[in-house]
Nanobody, 124 residues
Framework: QVQLVESGGGLVQAGGSLRLSCDAR????????MGWFRQVPGKEREFVST????????HYLDSVKGRFTISRDNTKNTVYLQMISLKPEDTAVYYC?????????????????WGQGTQVTVSS
């Protein structure tokens, strides 16, 4: 059974930092692209970042470029999202996702497995 377990969310002041982690179990981690998405109540879930199998290729939502960094450790089956200079508009539930794809993707349909989400709240 595949499980994606996020951690690292919390409450932080604007300008602060958080690092999200996602532990993947039950899948061949090194052969899955990984992604982070976020959702605010009442809004559609949106793409945040994605990373290729080896970590060489990444892509970000324009509004987080330069502030968020995605990375992965295939020896630990873990993907990370380092977030700095956080803004109140970054407040959301953040979801980790895994996709059995060769190329990185921003599309939810390309991801087969999803975590339960972790809340990130940025106060002004």
């Amino acid at each position: 059974q595949v499980q994606l377990v996020e951690s690292g969310g919390g409450l932080v002041q604007a300008g602060g930092s958080l690092r999200l982690s996602c532990d993947a179990r039950g899948l061949r981690f090194s052969r899955h692209i990984m992604g982070w998405f976020r959702q605010v109540p009442g809004k559609e879930r949106e793409f945040v970042s994605t990373i290729s199998w080896t970590g060489r290729d990444t892509h970000y939502l324009d509004s987080v470029k330069g502030r968020f960094t995605i990375s992965r450790d295939n020896t630990k089956n873990t993907v990370y999202l380092q977030m700095i200079s956080l803004k109140p508009e970054d407040t959301a539930v953040y979801y980790c996702a895994a996709g059995a794809m060769v190329a990185i993707s921003q599309k939810e349909v390309d991801y087969n497995y999803w975590g339960q989400g972790t809340q990130v709240t940025v106060s002004s």
